[in-house]
């Protein structure tokens, strides 16, 4: 589905990213984790197509895709949800996903939708900077499965929400995967990445070092030493 | 009225056509005599900058096709103040300090004026305008000359109007800027003298568009007759919107408003209306200009263009008098007494300003004709 | 009744401001700077609106058409080529380039049709005037309501209801989410362009059948309707609209009491009162910039 070779650039300053190699298989669940600053924002930046300088070489389903607008991206059926607050402050729930049917070649209907996200059909009127921060990550989710995408790339969907909405997001993850949309995740919470993702990979400073089965990494000792917390372990390089 | 007269305008104009191309080699022969010209060029108040631009033009034309002063050809800078007085004191500036001129003829607007009287005394240059009216400028400086009479004898002029129309109740509207407040103190005080009282002396803005509570408030004070001092674009507009909302008092206006743009823009509610008009034009000398002026533009003068031209040639005459120097040309401008211009016979008192006598107009069938000497 | 009569000029002096006030506020909204051509473009409007009736001979409805469809273009023209190379340029640069497209477009004017005053007149069937409750209201001015209704109606439904106005306002509230998402955003700015470049040429046909036409006359225009925007809440429509009435009603009762002569200073004193007391303005929001309606 999705394949970056060798993949440098950055903001116009120093490169952020110095040799990004990773592969997403059509309907497969890759995570990206890596320590703070590493890239991975930048890496999905890179493949949305909002990335300032490119280098390398980024293919989908073979097709070269650097330079892509996102809008042509999202006719090609990627969906990019970047990091933070992904809503529209002014507009209603129902008018976010009015606003991605009109932009998305295959988009279903907000109904159809709503059938799968039923805790937003009584927020359908409210506009969405009065949401809370769950309400507003399952609105950013709602609004591209509505796009029907076959590449889903996300940033840190988790980021500040209770466990339990935690809970909500990688369920919704795991239902669009069911569907067959293959889904690039970036995750600071790698232990809870790990566990739902098919793959991953670990970037470290703009380079992707390790990948692994997700149950492999989470098991491998360097991976648990560095992002998931263990006790730093004698083994270690 | 002040159009080229048939056959007679067309061979003068022919003759001052050919004594133009004949004498532009005689006066090219020595260095120009350089003098400063600063006026509203554009903007809102280019109708009257333009106008006089064209009556320098013409003079200047004249004066080089004589063989310029004493050999030397006459030339003008012009400059554009877009009725700023911050534009105007910058090109004051350049023409005295980069240029060298011992003269600058402006600005139109007393507001513009009263800005280089100061640039004027402090650097000993001749100021000399043409239709600046402001009473604050009488006496101002020693280096200012006013070429048409100042509002005190305009507003004094208004009062006879009043009694030559048996009107002791009148309002007065008038354009906020030192002319229209000169104006209004002035008719103010000597109709009150003269036993007349104002119902309400309304004020209205420069550039403004939209007078309809103005005029509603004159029209509520029960007057009907109602003097107006302004400039052509805010008052011909103002007359307009009275007669939408068909308020038809007795107009009188100033001498600003007697120009064909400002009765096409009044339209028909100008009909009627009385028009002062500063200096004398059933002159021998006024046809001459008119018929040159009518032949080089191709369009009737306005009554700037002759002061305007009056004020060149008046300029000329103390260069050839006094030297191409300020203090010799504000000495012969100062001993000017009785020269005969295109707008009228030209004395200076002592405060600066000539002695004036209006004519007066009345407006019929959208021509302004003339009326009645004042 | 004099006080009827006085609120029905402040409010047709009002409905003018409010449809140059709207693309001012919309651009705003949008791209967080003032458009200060804006004035301008309503010049440019009155002078297509009179050569539409003047030199062409068409009827008034014909020559509106003229004047909404002449300045959409021009102001995505000012949009594509004085701003959007500027774009990541900061605030200050869009502000210079603006000044010098105003001096330009003036300056082009009055090349083209001179520095003369014009006026067009209205047609005969708006020549007549209506007495309602003893104020007396002209047949153009009556246009003026009905065609500011119609124009501030049609945007209200354009941004509020339809995909472009959607677009429009996620592009106003978060640009780069827009980017990322695949919202036309370029598309979008322009289409602000045309709206309230369109309703300023209407402003500019109407505003010169009630008043005089000037190569300048965008100047003082555009200074009242900032005002206007400023007092309304800068980035909001209803405020734009609500702030233009209020300050052309309050500019006609200062000229009955203190002289007309007051209208402009009342027009700055509304402005710095507004920074002063409440700096959102009436309908604004603490936080300004998404377009609201
Ligand atoms: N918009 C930006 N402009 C310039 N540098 C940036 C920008 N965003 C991120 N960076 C830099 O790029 C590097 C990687 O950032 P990012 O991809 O956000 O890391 P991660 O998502 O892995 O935490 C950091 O050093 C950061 O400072
Ligand atoms: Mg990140």
New interface residues.
């Given amino acids: 589905m999705l394949e970056l070779r060798g993949v440098a650039g950055g903001y116009g300053g120093p490169q952020v990213l110095r040799g990004v190699t990773l592969r997403v298989a059509a309907g497969e669940f890759v995570a990206l984790i890596g320590p703070n600053g590493a890239g991975k924002s930048t890496v999905l930046k890179a493949v949305?197509g909002?990335l300032p300088r490119v280098e390398g070489e980024i293919a989908l389903e073979g097709r070269p895709v650097q330079g892509l607008?996102?809008?042509a991206?999202?006719a090609l059926g990627v969906v990019?949800l970047?990091q933070g607050r992904?809503v529209?402050?002014?507009?209603t729930v129902l008018?976010h996903l009015?606003?991605?049917r009109?932009?998305?070649p295959h988009a279903l209907s907000p109904e159809a939708v709503l059938e799968r996200f039923p805790a937003l059909r009584p927020l359908l009127g409210r506009r969405a900077g009065l949401l809370s921060g769950g309400q507003q990550q399952l609105l950013c989710l709602a609004r591209a499965a509505l796009a029907s995408p076959r590449l889903l790339l996300v940033d840190e969907p988790s980021l500040g929400l209770a466990p339990r909405v935690v809970e909500d997001v990688f369920a919704a993850l795991a239902d669009l995967r069911g569907r067959g949309v293959s889904i690039l995740l970036v995750e600071q919470n790698a232990r809870r990445a790990l566990a739902a993702a098919d793959r991953a990979y670990v970037l470290e400073l703009g380079r992707t070092r390790l990948e692994g089965r997700g149950r492999e990494l989470l098991e491998d000792p360097r991976v648990a030493q560095l992002y998931l917390g263990a006790p730093v372990s004698a083994s270690a390089p | 009225m002040r159009g080229a007269k048939g056959i007679a305008a067309s061979a003068a104009a022919l003759g001052v056509f050919l004594a133009a191309t004949a004498g532009a080699g005689a006066a090219a022969g020595k260095t120009p005599y350089v003098v400063g010209f600063i006026n509203h060029l554009t903007g809102p108040a280019a109708v009257y900058g333009q106008s006089m631009m064209k009556g320098t033009e013409l003079a200047v034309a004249q004066i080089n096709a004589r063989g310029g002063i004493d050999g030397h050809p006459l030339k003008v800078i012009y400059k554009d103040d877009q009725l700023n007085p911050s534009l105007a004191v910058s090109a004051f500036n350049t023409l005295v300090g980069v240029d060298h001129v011992p003269v600058v003829m402006g600005s139109g607007s007393s507001t513009v004026t009263l800005a280089l009287v100061p640039l004027a005394t402090r650097t000993h240059t001749v100021l000399i305008s043409s239709i600046s009216t402001s009473p604050l400028l009488a006496g101002s400086s020693p280096w200012f000359f006013g070429v048409m009479a100042d509002d005190n004898a305009q507003g004094a002029e208004w009062v006879k109007v009043a009694k030559a129309l048996h009107v002791t109740r009148a309002a007065v509207m008038y354009i906020n800027n030192d002319y229209g407040v000169g104006v209004m103190k002035v008719f103010d005080k000597d109709f009150a003298a003269a036993g007349g009282k104002v119902l309400v002396n309304q004020s209205f803005p420069q550039g403004g568009t939209d007078f309809r509570t103005d005029i509603l408030k004159v029209e509520a004070s029960g007057a009907k007759t109602v003097f107006i001092v302004g400039h052509v674009q805010e008052a011909g507009t103002l007359l307009a919107q009275a007669g939408q909302m068909g308020f038809h008092p007795q107009w009188v206006g100033d001498t600003a408003l007697n120009a064909p743009q400002f009765v096409q823009l009044a339209g028909a509610e100008a009909n009627g209306m009385i028009l002062l008009s500063a200096g004398n034009h059933f002159t021998a000398a006024y046809r001459r200009f008119s018929a040159a002026f009518t032949a080089r533009f191709h369009e009737a003068p306005t009554i700037w263009s002759d002061f305007a031209y009056d004020t060149t040639n008046l300029v000329a005459r103390a260069i050839a008098r006094g030297g191409y120097d300020a203090a010799g040309i504000r000495a012969a401008l100062a001993a000017t007494r009785g020269y005969v211009g295109a707008s009228g016979v030209k004395t200076f008192q002592r405060d600066g300003f000539t002695a004036g006598n209006f004519d007066w107009y009345r407006v019929r069938n959208g021509q302004i004709v003339f009326w009645h000497a004042g | 009744m004099i006080a009827l009569q006085i609120l029905v000029y402040g409010l047709v002096t009002g409905a003018n401001y409010a449809l140059v006030a709207v693309g001012y506020t919309l651009v705003y909204g949008i791209l967080k700077f003032i458009n200060f051509t804006h004035g301008d473009v309503a010049m440019v409007g009155s002078f297509l609106a009179l050569t539409a009736i003047g030199a062409m001979g068409l009827g008034l409805p014909a020559a509106v058409g003229v004047a909404v469809v002449g300045c959409a273009i021009l102001g995505m023209a000012i949009e594509r080529v004085a701003y959007r190379p500027l774009r990541r340029a900061g605030r200050l640069t869009p502000l210079l380039t603006a000044i010098g497209v105003s001096l330009l477009l003036e300056n082009l004017v009055q090349l083209v049709f001179g520095a003369a005053i014009r006026t067009f007149s209205p047609p005969p069937y708006l020549a007549g005037t209506v007495v309602v409750a003893g104020a007396y209201v002209t047949g153009v001015q009556i246009a003026i309501f009905a065609a500011t209704a119609v124009a501030v109606a049609v945007l209200a439904w354009l941004i509020g209801r339809t995909a472009l106005g959607r677009q429009i306002r996620a592009t106003a509230d978060n640009f780069d989410l827009a980017v990322a998402m695949g919202v036309p955003t370029d598309r979008a700015i322009l289409a602000v362009f045309a709206l309230g470049s369109a309703l300023a040429g209407l402003a500019g046909v109407l505003f010169g059948m009630e008043t005089t036409v000037t190569p300048t006359m965008g100047i003082s225009l555009g200074i009242s309707a900032f005002a206007a925007v400023v007092l309304g809440g800068i980035g909001s429509v209803p405020g734009a609209v609500v702030g233009a009435l209020v300050l052309g009603v309050a500019e006609n009762v200062g000229a009955w009491f203190l002289g007309g002569s007051w209208s402009d200073g009342i027009g700055v004193l509304v402005l710095a009162l507004t920074l002063l007391v409440r700096p959102e303005g009436l309908l604004g929001r603490r936080d300004p910039g998404a377009v609201k309606l």
């Fill in positions: 949305a909002v607008s996102p809008r991206l999202l990019y970047p992904n529209f402050p002014s507009l008018e009015e606003l991605m009109d932009l998305a």
